[in-house]
């Protein structure tokens, strides 16, 4: 009789550890979180865990407790951690082109503005008559101490920016 209430108690104990199981299973898939991707109105990417008030453009990605998205076979095919996805959305590479034209006009202009600074320290070094305008459209010559201050400030931002 004491065999049967023991194999009553463990059965018992048994059903109650798989239900806190079952329960405990359903709370972590219960817990993902959902992120909606959206493109703004001047083409930046926003990410928000509320559904955003237009209708363009709304992907809705889910997160599992860990972190990782919750798209199934994402990760197949992945052996390190680290590796990381080289295939690129349109998006993803339309954000690039506009980067890449970014940083090329940048360049142009400082390249301009270094073109710009060696004229000018061109101009100082001709050892003429250097003037300014002042704001009335007047012309104001400089003497040979304030040229050569101008000339070390060119130099300086030369030196500083010009590479």
């Known amino acids: 009789m004491a065999a049967v209430s023991m194999m009553n ?9 798989m239900a806190i199981s079952m329960w405990a299973l359903s709370i972590n898939a219960s817990h993902a979180v ?6 703004g109105s001047y083409g930046e990417v926003k990410y928000s865990q509320h559904p955003p008030k237009n209708g363009e453009s709304i992907e809705t990605i889910e997160f599992r407790n860990d972190g990782r998205q919750n798209t199934p076979g ?3 095919g992945k052996t390190d951690a680290n590796q990381t996805d080289n295939s690129q959305s349109a998006e993803q590479q339309r954000v690039a082109q506009l980067e890449a034209r970014i940083k090329d006009q940048e360049a142009q202009a400082n390249a301009q503005r270094c073109q710009t600074l060696r004229n000018n320290l061109t101009n100082l070094n001709a050892n003429g008559p250097i003037y300014e ?4 459209g007047k012309r ?24």
């Open 9 to 17: 108690y463990v059965t018992k104990l048994f059903m109650l550890l």
């Open 34 to 39: 959902e992120v909606y991707k959206s493109i």
């Open 74 to 76: 994402q990760l197949a």
């Open 133 to 136: 305008t002042d704001a009335s």
């Open 140 to 163: 104001e010559y400089l003497d040979s101490r304030e040229i050569e201050l101008k000339r070390e400030r060119v130099q300086q931002t030369i030196g500083q920016y010009c590479s």
